[in-house]
């Protein structure tokens, strides 16, 4: 009895293993896995222990430099190698990773073999072939064979174009994030197409008839560039698209961050659960280095005063209060985006952070990231920190 129920436990204790939740900090993804071994062999002379995975949902490689259990290690760390390294998007992944794509093999069955019943044997008439007069044989020409007819695909309307994103740190070529084809520089809408691929474009309908392309890749800086449609500058790729080449800087230590996970309630100046994971990453970072001193900025979509609610004496930092939040029907965008950076702060203060290390600023609408009446726009609802270093 003793003994099952030593086994029982054991069972247990793994099934509970097992379920844990595992956070892996990664810093790149790729889909050609040499290229993720690249990046891990540059980490690890930086000093990471850098490994890949593979992502089955994403079908992507995945490097990461830590696998932990501990949720506010994991986010602790992304945080500071955002602050102080180049690698300025790194994320944590929560879930499982594996280490190479699973490839279902099929068993091969093989049919069973009927047993054949010899053929009884009989015996055929011999048959004689008769003789043909060879001069009254009619010689018919081969007639030539038709080739089979191939259907074209109907090319796309447009002239081809190919976007290609430089590093100019290492003049390597970049393939991740977005190219945005507008009008000009403050069209309400776009065109959105990823990097490093052939895309077809009609001519524009402005009278100067150019494109304007912004880019919206993380850890770089955003960076805009026009080309005239007709007479575009650049070379010809080997299927005659046009090369537009855009150079992009990776952004510095001491650069803005913008905090990605740290999401408000629509014309709200509290945040959605997840906000937390982040922002107690940031909390541990500064602690660690006691330095530190932070700025932070507050941002909304759109630029026009509207009705809002904000937190009052014993609002949560994480959700809606009714009976505690503060109404008001006619805040201006720049007083709800310093509320929201006020929020911000005061969690930090509550997590033991010094308030004379954080500053504010409510920036309100003018700093959008994406159109305001577009799809991406309640991305425009964010904070960004900026990082210096103490006196």
């Not at 293993?17 to 790149?28: L, P, R, T």
């Not at 015996?123 to 009254?136: A, H």
């Amino acid at each position: 009895m003793r003994k099952i129920q030593l086994t029982l436990l054991i069972v247990v204790l793994a099934l509970q293993s097992f379920a844990q939740e595992s956070y892996y900090v990664n810093i790149g993804a790729f889909k050609n896995s040499s290229n993720a071994d690249r990046l891990v062999e540059k980490c690890k002379l930086q000093g990471y222990q850098g490994e890949q995975a593979f992502n089955a949902d994403k079908q992507l490689y995945y490097v990461y430099v830590l696998a932990t259990t501990d949720k506010r290690k994991a986010y602790a760390l992304a945080v500071k190698l955002r602050a102080e390294t180049e690698y300025k998007d790194a994320w944590v992944y929560e879930g499982n990773l594996g280490t190479k794509p699973v490839v279902k093999i099929e068993p091969i069955v093989t049919p069973p073999v009927e047993e054949k019943k010899p053929e009884p044997i009989v015996e055929k008439p011999v048959v004689t072939d008769p003789v043909v007069d060879s001069t009254k044989i009619v010689k018919t020409e081969p007639q030539a064979q038709t080739p089979p007819q191939v259907e074209e695909k109907p090319k796309p309307k447009g002239k081809p174009f190919y976007f290609k994103l430089r590093n100019t740190y290492d003049n390597t070529e970049i393939k991740s994030g977005e190219v945005h084809v507008q009008e000009g520089i403050r069209a309400p809408q776009y065109r959105a197409y990823k990097p490093g691929e052939i895309v077809y474009l009609e001519a524009p309908l402005n009278k100067r008839g150019a494109y304007t392309i912004v880019t919206q890749v993380a850890g770089y800086g955003a960076a805009s560039t026009v080309f005239n449609f007709q007479n575009p500058q650049g070379e010809k790729g080997p299927d005659g698209e046009t090369i537009v080449e855009i150079p992009l800087v990776k952004a510095k230590k001491g650069d803005y961050v913008d905090f990605t996970n740290v999401r408000f309630y629509k014309n709200a100046a509290f945040m959605y659960a997840p906000s937390q994971n982040e922002l107690d990453g940031l909390v541990d970072l500064m602690k660690e280095n006691i330095r530190y001193e932070i700025k932070i900025h507050g941002h909304v979509n759109g630029d026009q005063p509207r009705e809002t609610f904000t937190m009052g004496p014993n609002s949560s930092f994480f959700a809606p209060t009714p009976s505690a939040d503060v109404t008001n029907k006619n805040m201006s965008a720049k007083d709800l985006s310093l509320k929201r950076a006020e929020a911000v702060r005061d969690y930090l203060i509550s997590q033991g952070i010094g308030a004379k290390r954080i500053s504010v600023k409510g920036e309100g609408g003018k700093i959008p990231l994406y159109p305001e009446g577009g799809t991406l726009s309640q991305y425009n609802d964010r904070v960004e920190i900026e990082f210096t270093k103490g006196k």
